[in-house]
């Protein structure tokens, strides 16, 4: 054991050798005997826990009453509960439109992501032209299954 563990030994444990741990304690205990330094280090221990010894802590009387009937603080809710708290409607009459927004939400970020994103259509491309042909036909496009006429009997 060298001063420095000896040092932190004495600032961990105190200068009571009993309650050091007994592979360290035997350690010290030869190095005590053999250091003046460490002997000087333990003396000034000693010294300063008997100055810590003699502090006296002020007392509060009502301190435990004045903790007990201290209100205890709004306690808040999970985001997924002020979410739906906030969508459903509440009694005013203006509640209405918060479903509403909601539901607007995925709309409006559909309509931005579209004129982000050219999704693999190039302007510069000949054919960008007609693909507004293409999909008005597509729409015009009946595309319900045919019914069979096993079905109809």
Same mark, same amino acid.
């Given at each position: 054991?060298?001063?420095?563990?000896?040092?932190?030994?004495?600032?961990?444990?105190?200068?009571?050798?009993?309650?050091?741990?007994?592979?360290?304690?035997?350690?010290?205990?030869?190095?005590?005997?053999?250091?003046?330094?460490?002997?000087?280090?333990?003396?000034?221990?000693?010294?300063?826990?008997?100055?810590?010894?003699?502090?006296?802590?002020?007392?509060?009387?009502?301190?435990?009453?004045?903790?007990?009937?201290?209100?205890?603080?709004?306690?808040?809710?999970?985001?997924?509960?002020?979410?739906?708290?906030?969508?459903?409607?509440?009694?005013?009459?203006?509640?209405?439109?918060?479903?509403? *927004?909601?539901?607007?939400?995925?709309?409006? *970020?559909?309509?931005?992501?579209?004129?982000?994103?050219? *999704?693999?259509?190039?302007?510069?491309?000949?054919?960008?032209?007609?693909?507004?042909?293409?999909?008005?036909?597509?729409?015009?496009?009946?595309?319900?299954?045919?019914?069979?006429?096993?079905?109809?009997?």
């Amino acid at each position: 054991m060298n001063l420095e563990q000896f040092t932190q030994l004495l600032d961990v444990r105190g200068c009571d050798s009993t309650a050091w741990p007994a592979r360290e304690r035997e350690q010290a205990e030869a190095l005590l005997r053999e250091s003046a330094r460490a002997r000087e280090l333990l003396v000034q221990q000693g010294r300063l826990e008997n100055l810590l010894d003699r502090i006296e802590a002020p007392e509060f009387p009502d301190l435990e009453t004045s903790v007990l009937r201290r209100p205890r603080p709004a306690k808040t809710a999970a985001l997924a509960d002020r979410v739906i708290n906030w969508l459903r409607p509440d009694d005013s009459m203006l509640a209405w439109w918060r479903p509403a *927004f909601a539901a607007c939400v995925p709309l409006v *970020f559909g309509i931005a992501l579209s004129g982000w994103f050219s *999704f693999g259509l190039d302007a510069r491309d000949p054919g960008y032209a007609y693909w507004d042909q293409e999909l008005y036909l597509l729409s015009l496009y009946d595309f319900a299954e045919p019914v069979a006429e096993a079905d109809n009997e």
